[in-house]
């Protein structure tokens, strides 16, 4: 609704506000519901329950079969993965199940080219993370970058402009270094079935607004993000299986859904995905191409953040303000073709992959 979607811009803008300037004490909720919604907590976490498992290694080389020995050899594309125990893969027994692994083996069907992957992502991983996350990831030059953060910050109460401001600086440090950044943004905790109202209803407002705030400062900071949102709900009540044992993380074919969503935008971050020339009108003032929406920044992330699977990208990522932003709702393939990313030449299925840890 327009009137929500105002209203979360404003808030998002005020916290990405403070995030920059270094502010503090902004509060979300009423002190009232402080102690309603601990106690919530406690039992919505009975409910979930713990994996007592850890995310199986899945990096290596995917898509070797496109290694031409007739052509001069180029070095794979380096792809890396930061964040939380969705980015790591926790819920799932083999490593190309995992969403890097099935991004290395659709990219690397895409760019027809291998592409190593380098996952730095931890369970329980939140914003404040991100530092030693981004130290280990840059040893390895990567050319793009996937972040997903933010469901711990919500469910651990870290303040949301700290948290926008340190991914803030993660994505500046890797733009800086010549990376291009996907970030998939805080997912709706609202969409978790043990989780109940009164706490459901926080959960999710909770989860746009800083999803919101996120999509700021990422597209400020030169990257760009796609809304996880409540992408897996309607199918998780509807499928079980699209749910890991914990009923929390996904499953195989929930990590290949939302994987499948992100990996548009991680082509077209590298000019991989076919597009059509985009009119140099397409600016404020300016016409936008079909299916795309020039909004301010704070307006297209609050609408982003209602709408899963959405794109949001500077208008001019090279200008100095970066306070328009391109909207987007990108084709998303389903959870088959993640495995199988495309009809072209070759095994580029993540089983071709040369890391360990794939049983």
Partial sequence: MPGAQDSRARVARRIATAAAYGGGGLG???????????????????AIGVLETVPPKADGVYGEAFADGAAPPRPPLV??????????????????????????????????????????ARSGGRSADLSGQLERALRHRPDVAVIIVGANDVTRHSPAQLAVRQLGEAVAALRANGCEVVVGTC????????????LRW???????????????????????????????????AARP???????????????????MAVLPSVCAALDLWPEEERPSAARPGGAALPGETVLPVA??????????????????PGGPGRRWALLRHRLRVGPDAAREPGPVPGNTSASSHAGAGDD
């Avoid at 979300?28 to 009975?46: C, H, I, R, Y």
């Avoid at 999803?211 to 199918?235: D, F, K, M």
């Avoid at 299986?241 to 994987?259: K, V």
């Fill in 79 to 120: 792809l890396a993965v930061l964040g939380d125990s969705t980015g790591a893969g926790l819920g799932v027994a083999r490593g190309r199940e995992t969403p890097g692994a099935l991004l290395a083996a659709g990219l690397a069907s895409v760019a027809e080219r291998p592409v190593r992957l380098v996952n730095v």
């Fill in 202 to 236: 926080v959960a999710r407002r909770l989860s746009r607004q800083l999803a919101a705030a996120q999509t700021i400062a990422v597209v400020e900071a030169g990257g760009r993000t796609v809304s996880l949102g409540s992408l897996l709900g309607p199918e998780f």
């Fill in 28 to 46: 979300l909720l009423g002190v009232g519901l402080v102690g309603l919604l601990l106690t919530e907590s406690k039992l919505a976490v009975q």
């Fill in 299 to 316: 307006v297209a992330a609050a609408a982003a953040a209602g709408r899963a699977g959405t794109e949001v990208a500077a208008v001019d």
């Fill in 187 to 198: 997912p709706d905790l609202g969409t978790i079935k043990p989780v109940r109202p009164p």
């Fill in 241 to 259: 299986e699209m749910f890991a044992a914990d009923r929390y993380h996904p499953s195989a074919q929930g990590y290949a859904t939302a994987a």
